[in-house]
Nanobody, 127 residues
Framework: QIQLMESGGGTVQAGGSLRLSCAHP????????MAWIRQAPGKEQAGVAA???????HYADSVKGRFTISQDRAKNILYLQMDSLKPEDTATYYC?????????????????????WGQGTQVTVSS
């Protein structure tokens, strides 16, 4: 069982920044594949960014150049730095993880495939 705990959501004006954090067990015996998934009101969930065990990263086209996913392996924390936020970034953001790799094409399109999920953190961007 992998437990995830997110923090860092909030309300910000358009153009502002937020950093989301996701604490996870980590550990040398876990190859954990992780991602940030979001669900906006009235919309399906979709992948925002993913981080693979070898350090490979993936981003949704809508956030490329604005969001950065990173991992602090010493602290076992996954981050999502969100800059130049737009009102359309308003959503509940979830940290997700799995011990098997999930194809980015699946993650970006559906946000699904991961077995472990955090409780979600709300991000609201006002215009």
């Amino acid at each position: 069982q992998i437990q995830l705990m997110e923090s860092g959501g909030g309300t910000v004006q358009a153009g502002g920044s937020l950093r989301l954090s996701c604490a996870h067990p980590g550990g040398a015996d876990h190859e954990i594949y992780m991602a940030w998934i979001r669900q906006a009101p009235g919309k399906e969930q979709a992948g925002v960014a993913a981080f693979e065990w070898d350090g490979t990263t993936h981003y949704a086209d809508s956030v490329k150049g604005r969001f950065t996913i990173s991992q602090d392996r010493a602290k076992n924390i996954l981050y999502l730095q969100m800059d130049s936020l737009k009102p359309e970034d308003t959503a509940t953001y979830y940290c997700a993880a799995d011990q098997d790799p999930i194809p980015w094409a699946v993650v970006s399109a559906t946000g699904g495939g991961y077995n472990y999920w955090g409780q979600g953190t709300q991000v609201t961007v006002s215009s």
